[in-house]
């Protein structure tokens, strides 16, 4: 089991930047995989990008790919979303969740009901 929590949202320009931070404590946090989610005003929550539980495999939603980054520390027991290039539309609430993943250590996860964990989000305002 692992308890989550997110960090270093705030208010950006557009065009601006921002890393976000989900730290994790618990045990074996190496063996869970962890996928970022935001969800604007009156919008579902939708995945954006995952890492394995390994770090070797990455993934990303089509609208994030080249502007935003996500990768882990398992020695620090956190994953970082470095986000580039913002966009007004990139404003919502930003959650990381996990999912033990013991033997399956490059796959992600990209449902939402697929993790079993979730911190209490982040909320990133992107000013026009």
């Known amino acids: 089991q692992v308890q989550l929590e997110e960090s270093g949202g705030g208010l950006v320009q557009a065009g601006g930047s921002r890393r976000l931070s989900c730290a994790a404590s618990?045990?074996?946090?190496?063996?869970?995989?962890v996928g970022w989610f935001r969800q604007a005003p009156g919008k579902e929550r939708e995945f954006v990008a995952g890492v394995s539980s390994s770090g070797d495999m990455t993934y990303y939603i089509e609208s994030v790919k080249g502007r935003f980054t996500t990768a882990r520390d398992n020695a620090k027991n956190t994953v970082y979303l470095q986000m580039n290039s913002l966009k007004p539309e990139d404003a919502a609430v930003y959650y990381c969740a996990a999912r033990f993943l013991l033997f399956r250590s490059s796959h992600i996860p990209k449902e939402r009901d697929e993790y079993n964990y979730w911190g209490q989000g982040t909320q990133v305002t992107v000013s026009s």
């Open positions: 618990g045990r074996m946090f190496s063996s869970y995989a």
